[in-house]
C-alpha cells in the first residue's frame, strides 16, 4: 500500500516522548506545553502561541475571542475541510460561502470582497495544501472595512510570504497538528497571534475561564472550554519542531519530482506558487482544467487498483447539505473538486512508488482525454 499521508517518526520523537511521560506530572505539569509554544513561536516568527487540543478548537475559540456570535457574518471559502466552517456555526454565526481562485485554489479574494455586507464581522483565508493565499489584498481590505482577518494555515507548516511565515498576516492564526499534518503530535493545534490581549483572552477561555491574575484555587471567573494540550503531546511537538527544515525540505522534494514528472501533460496543474510565496506543500494535489478531462472518479479507480491511497480534493462544503447555501457563485470550487486528486505525499514514500503513482496519473490522463 503507498500511503496518502503519513508522519515521519523517528527515535527522537519517541525518547521525547517517553521522557514526558517520565516527568511531566503533578507541580511540573504544563512545562513541556510551554517549551512547545516558546519554540513554536520562535521558530515561525509569532509574538505568541497557545497549544490547543485541536486546531478546530484552536478556531472555536479563536472565534470567540473576537466575540463572533450569533446575527455576525464569517466568510470562507467554499473548498475547505469542515472544520473551518463547524466554529462558525458552534458560536452561533452564519458561515457565508464563496469561490476560490482556480489558479492558488484558495479563497476568490473579489468573491469575498463582493459578499461582504454590514454584518461580515471576519473573514477566513485557508492556505489549502499549502498554497499561500492572496493574503496581502484581503489584509487590506479587511483594515479598511475593520473586519477581522483569520488565517487557517492547517496544512501550512514551511508556507512563507515575502519570507514571512503564513499566519503572520491575520488578527490571529490556526495550525493543526493532525496525523497527517507536516508536523504532528497525534491530535493537536495552535493559535498564533501578535496581539498580547487576544492571546491573554484564548488562554482563559482555552482554559476553563480561568485568569491568571485569580490567586485562589480551583476558582474560573466565567464558564469557558477545556481545549488544552498535553505535555506527551507537546514532547512530540518538540521533537518533530526540531526537525521542521528537514521535514519540510522532504515535502517539497516530494513536490518537485511529481512536478518534473507531469508538469508536461496539457491542462494539468499542480499547487501553484503565486510570485513572492514559498510552499510547505502539505500534499501535491493535480488539477485538469478541461471539463471533459478525467474526473476524480477516473484517478481513483486507477490509483486504487495499484493499492495506491489517493484522496478526492475537498467537496465543495456548500454540497454537503449541512447548511443553507449561499447564492454566490461557486464554479471554481465545483470544477476544481470534480477534476482533481490528491497524490501520496507521505515522508517515507520512495522514488519508485512516486514513479508509480505519475505512471497511474499519465495513463488515466492519456486513456480519458481521448474520449
Ligand atoms: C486539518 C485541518 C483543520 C483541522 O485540524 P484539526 O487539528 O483536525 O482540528 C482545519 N482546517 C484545515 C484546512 C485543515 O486541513
Not at 515561525?44 to 475571542?65: D, E, K, P, Q
Not at 479507480?301 to 449561499?326: A, C, Q, T, Y
Request: hydrophobic residues 40%; charged residues 20%.
Amino acid at each position: 500500500m503507498i500511503h496518502y499521508n503519513k508522519p515521519s517518526i523517528t527515535e527522537l520523537e519517541i525518547e521525547m516522548v517517553s521522557d514526558a511521560m517520565k516527568s511531566s506530572w503533578g507541580s511540573d505539569a504544563g512545562k513541556w506545553v510551554s517549551r512547545f509554544e516558546k519554540e513554536f513561536a520562535d521558530k515561525l516568527g509569532f509574538t505568541y502561541a497557545v497549544a490547543t487540543s485541536s486546531c478546530t478548537g484552536a478556531l472555536h475559540i479563536g472565534l470567540r475571542t473576537l466575540g463572533i456570535g450569533p446575527g455576525d457574518e464569517v466568510i470562507l471559502a467554499d473548498s475547505n475541510w469542515i472544520a473551518t466552517l463547524a466554529p462558525i456555526i458552534y458560536v452561533g454565526a452564519r458561515p457565508v460561502l464563496v469561490d476560490i481562485d482556480k489558479h492558488t485554489w484558495c479563497i476568490d479574494v473579489d468573491a469575498a470582497i463582493s459578499a461582504t455586507t454590514q454584518s461580515t464581522k471576519a473573514i477566513i483565508a485557508t492556505h489549502l495544501y499549502g498554497n499561500v493565499a492572496d493574503i496581502l489584498r484581503l489584509k487590506d481590505f479587511c483594515k479598511a472595512n475593520d473586519i477581522f482577518l483569520i488565517e487557517d494555515a492547517a496544512e501550512a507548516l514551511g508556507s512563507f510570504l515575502d519570507e514571512q511565515h503564513v499566519g503572520n498576516f491575520g488578527d490571529f492564526a490556526v495550525f493543526s497538528f493532525h496525523g497527517s499534518k507536516t508536523i504532528t503530535t497525534g491530535e493537536g493545534g495552535m493559535f498564533v497571534s501578535n496581539s498580547a490581549p487576544l492571546t491573554d483572552r484564548f488562554r482563559i477561555l482555552a482554559n476553563h475561564g480561568r485568569s491568571p491574575l485569580e490567586t485562589r484555587q480551583f476558582r474560573p471567573q466565567e464558564i469557558g472550554y477545556k481545549y488544552k494540550m498535553s505535555d506527551i503531546q507537546a514532547a512530540l511537538g518538540l521533537a518533530q519542531l526540531s526537525r521542521f527544515d528537514e521535514l519540510v525540505e522532504r515535502k517539497r522534494e516530494i513536490f518537485n519530482i511529481y512536478y518534473t514528472s507531469l508538469c508536461n501533460l496539457p491542462q494539468i496543474m499542480l499547487n501553484k506558487v503565486p510570485f513572492g510565496s514559498k510552499s510547505g506543500y502539505w500534499i501535491t494535489n493535480v488539477f485538469v482544467d478541461n471539463k471533459f478531462g478525467p474526473t476524480r472518479e477516473d484517478f481513483l479507480h486507477e490509483l486504487r487498483k495499484r493499492n495506491i491511497d489517493g484522496r478526492v480534493f475537498f467537496w465543495p462544503l456548500s454540497s454537503l447539505g449541512l447548511i443553507d447555501n449561499s447564492n454566490n457563485d461557486l464554479t471554481n470550487s465545483y470544477i476544481v473538486s470534480q477534476h482533481s486528486i490528491n497524490l501520496p505525499s507521505s515522508y517515507d514514500i520512495s522514488y519508485e512508488e512516486q514513479m508509480n503513482v505519475v505512471e497511474c496519473i499519465r495513463t488515466t490522463f492519456e486513456e480519458k482525454s481521448q474520449k
